[in-house]
Structure formats: C-alpha cells, structure tokens
C-alpha cells in the first residue's frame, strides 16, 4: 500500500538551462537548486523530496561548468546512456556534423532522464508538439520549461503540506491560502487594489462582505484546489512511471481528482454568480439579493439583458468582452458541468476507454485465450479450499476468479483516449472536452473578468467626482 502516494519528485536538468548567464536567470537557477534544497531541509517532518539529474559528462562537449554546493541534491550522470531512445530523428544528409551532435546528445539526455524515471526534463529548447505529446505518453516524461516545472514543484510540496512559492520564496506558512495570497501576482496587483477601492466607497455591510469573502475566501481557494488537482495527477503520473503502467487504465488516484474537480466546478460557477452581486454593488444597479424577482435578473449569461444593459451603460467594453462569442460559449459550457455536477450525475475524471473488437469477444473466446495453459487457480490453492470448505465454495472461488480475469482481460484490450473527459452540448452537436484541462482557460477568462471589472469601477468612480 505504500506505493499509493510517491514522496520523491525527479527531474532531469539539461545542462543548457545554464547556459544563460543573465543576472535574472542565474536567481532563477539558484532558487530552483539551492533555495529549495534549503527550504526542503528545513521542513519538519521532512515528507517529501525532490532529487535532480544533471548529465555533467555532457558539459565538457558544451564548454560549460556549473558549480553545484555540497548539499544540493543532485545526481550527477557521468557516462552516456548505453541504449540510446532516438526521439529526434537524425538528419540523413551529410555536411550537418554539428546539427547531428546536438540531436544525439538531446537524444542522450532524454533516453537517460527515462530510464532515471524522471517525471520532467527542464530545458530551454523548443522541442516539436508531437514529440512532447510522444514522450509524455509512451514514457510518462514531460518537457517544461522552468516557469511551467516552477508550478509542478509547488503542486507537489503543497500534496506534502509545504507551501513553497518560487515568486517569494516563504518558510513556515502552515495555510495554502495564506502562500498564495502572499506570493499571487494576481492577487497582489489586481484583486488587492479591487477591494481597497471599494472600501474607500464605504459600501454597505452586505456589500463589504461580498468583496472581502471573493478575494480572501473563494479565490484563494479555487487556486488551492487547482494546486490539489495538480497534485493528484503528477502523483499518479508518478505511479504510472515508477510501475511501468504508462496506458494505466485502472488509475487509483483518480477518485481524489474527481473530488477536487467537482469542488473546483462548484467553487468557480460560484464566483461567477459570486462576483455578479459584486458588480451590481460597485454600480449601484440596485438588485436586491434576497429577492427572488431580483435573483432572476443578475448574471452574465446573454438571457441576462436587463442586468447586461445596465453593465453596457456603465463601460461598453466591460459588456463587450462579456456578452462575446469566447465568454459566451465558455460560460455556456461551464453551465452545463455544473448544472450536471449539482443536480444529476457527479463529473466522473476517470479515463475514456474506447471499446475495440477485441475487446468486445466472448467471455467463452476469452477463456480459451486466457487459461490455455493454466487453471482459474493454481491447483495448490484449488485443493485446498477442496479440502477445508468444499466442492461448492471452490466452484464459486473459480467463477469469480474467471469474471475477475474475463474483465481484466476486456480491459487490457480497450484503447485509452483522454484522461478526463465530459460531454456538453452547443445547439444540437455533442463535444466532448477535457475538464482538467481547461482549467487555465477557466482560470484566465476568470481573472479577465475581475480585471475589467476593476477598470469599470476605476472610470466610474472617477466620473462621479
């Protein structure tokens, strides 16, 4: 059981990332090797790790040196790899000597990082899409850059309870909410400021409340919910990796994603109805929130005209970016997972399995094919339930055995697509999307929302002095 959750996150280093001598990348560098390592030494208890693997022997090909301290947790790789993955293929022209060593030693460090059962490899090169796609699914290894490893780093420690932020590195903050209201530009530089200029107004209780709980409450918590999402599926890439189960069909972290998917919908339809009421205070619309003719009138969506007319007399812009064809559609098909998460089936995050014809055989071909050369159970174990319960009780232990393997079989032989999956619908065509990843779509739409928001009110204070 212990293998469920894997405490160690490993990543490949190309020595390239230190190529880039610039003042801001070499902090950049030192925050990644060594103010982490000392932040990870300093946790108590010490949960968790994250180990680095760095090809020196490739360095002296490059001409470049970098200096490690003692303590940095890296592993160094001194030989080449023996067997060789060809990720990128090799050019069959000749007159291209150095464009055939950067492939090989690309194709060098990749074919390592795998067999180092590595999660990430960090690099500055722009590697193809289909090559990125290729490796994270036939090897579990992804490509990121520094900025997107920054967030997989921090996703991981916050699964552990360390709340470690690369933007302002932070010791000791015990709440995920507090780390990230410290450490957001977001949060920091727009939503802050949002707040501060409402209170200047001196809105009403109910008013003030509804801002305080959007920015310190709802935000900051659909931000640590996404970090929990993230969390479960690195967790179970890890799984898939360590297990060399890469096309894992029967992935036992996914309950945890479903849970936290299904509050994140629930948190973010919230904020959007949420954040209405908010606009209809800076504005001074004058709906009412206990009444329910009122609570008919509020919201974003296009059927919404009375209270969308009110916005376009207010800042055409603000209601031009609401009412498009982007915000629209993405609202629309938000309205759909949450409407399907609140009042009929949960979103389920499990992977979409797509039924082949070998997998849809009989369960009297799949027996011929499965026990050819063996028993449901070994005829050791069969003798002894014989023995000590009966003829009956055996028969029934071998029949659920041959369901057991008939289903694992049936299984083996589907083809997985994606990993997350729901269906909506625009007009009468069904689409089908990957709810997880969509997430930063989510994520931007919202806070482009809030900041235009927040330009609004910025001209319409300014227009009432």
Known sequence: MWDLIHNELKIFIDPLFFSDRSI????????????????????????CGVTFFFPRYIEKNLGLKRSFLPNDKVTFIDIPPTDIIEIIKMPEIDGVDTLKAMIKMHNEYVSLAIQKKCAFLLTKYEYHQEIKINLKQNYGLEIVNLDELHIA???????????????????????PDIAHAMTEEFFQKVLIPFESEIQKANPSPEAKERIRSFVHNRYVDILTTIDQIGFFRLEQRISNIENNNLDNKKP?????????????????????DHFSW??????????????????????????????LLKIKGV????????????????????????????????????????????????????????????????????????????????KQMENNQRMNDRYD????????GLDHFAMVKKGEEHFMLDPVGRIPTDLKNLKDLVEKASKSYNKFRDSKK
């Open 24 to 47: 801001e990348t070499i902090s950049k560098q030192v925050a990644l090797i060594n103010t982490l390592k000392d932040y990870l030494i300093k946790t108590d208890p010490a949960l």
């Open 153 to 175: 780093i921090e996703q991981f420690l916050q699964g552990f309870y360390n709340y470690f932020k690369f933007r302002m590195p932070i010791y000791g903050i015990k709440a």
């Open 252 to 272: 036992h972290l996914h309950g945890h994603i479903r849970y936290y998917l299904n509050y994140y919908l629930l948190l973010l339809w919230g904020a959007l």
């Open 278 to 307: 908010i606009i209809n205070d800076i504005f001074e619309f004058g709906y009412n929130p206990d009444k329910r003719k009122d609570q008919m009138q509020v919201g974003l969506n296009n059927r919404k005209e009375e209270f």
């Open 315 to 394: 800042d055409e812009e603000l209601y031009n970016y609401i009412i498009s064809n982007d915000f629209q559609e993405w609202l629309g098909f938000f309205a759909q997972l949450r409407h399907q998460n609140a009042h009929r089936e949960m979103l389920s995050a499990s992977p979409l399995l797509i039924t082949t014809d070998e997998s849809k055989i009989s369960d009297e071909e799949i027996d011929k094919i499965i026990y050819k050369d063996r028993q449901p159970l070994e005829e050791e174990s069969a003798n002894a339930i014989r023995n000590v319960m009966g003829e009956e009780v055996l």
């Open 409 to 416: 079989y049936r299984l083996s032989k589907l083809k997985k």
